[in-house]
């Protein structure tokens, strides 16, 4: 026999059991915790994707986009055959889709079979976003466990003024209005 709470909110741990310990913890991951980031979206043709947290744009002559990716993801073998890729910075009402493209939320039928998706040279994005840009691959070279890529800014083409979603801690925020 077992027993079942039927209190609403309950939990079964109010820790993750799998966490290493704090005194453990890399003071490195922890520092990179605490710095806020951008919740983005990148695609490919094939079409590939994978939520990054990690992009920076430098505006110049050319502009530029760098990132850190995962250098086994589906996204990156797809940005080396295609040579480009297109970001989308993604808002509160992403969370599942960041998820999904996380490998943290399933995705029956593929990463790109739900919502509405409008194609571009660059690869598919969310019908529902504020904007996205489209880049050139130039280089990318191992940096720590990550790849770093490095594109150039090739299209932009922005909507109205959204929100950001943001990764902090280990969750998403928003702004608070």
Request: charged residues 20%.
């Amino acid at each position: 026999m077992f027993h079942v709470n039927h209190e609403p909110g309950a939990e079964i741990h109010h820790t993750d059991p799998f966490a290493v310990p704090t005194g453990q913890r890399s003071p490195v991951r922890r520092l990179r915790g605490r710095l806020a980031a951008p919740v983005t979206l990148w695609t490919a043709p094939g079409p590939a994707g994978l939520t990054v947290s990690s992009t920076l744009v430098a505006e110049g002559e050319p502009d530029r986009l760098l990132g850190l990716i995962d250098p086994e993801s589906d996204l990156w073998a797809a940005v080396e055959e295609s040579g480009r890729f297109a970001v989308t910075p993604l808002g509160p009402p992403h969370r599942q889709l960041a998820d999904r493209f996380a490998g943290l939320f399933p995705a029956p039928g593929g990463l790109f079979a739900t919502g509405a998706w409008n194609e571009t040279p660059y690869g598919p994005v969310p019908a529902d976003a504020g904007g996205w840009a489209g880049c050139r691959l130039d280089t990318a070279r191992e940096y720590g466990w990550g790849l770093l890529v490095e594109a150039t800014i090739e299209a932009v083409d922005l909507a109205e003024e959204a929100t950001p979603l943001l990764h902090y801690r280990g969750r998403y925020h928003e702004l608070p209005a």
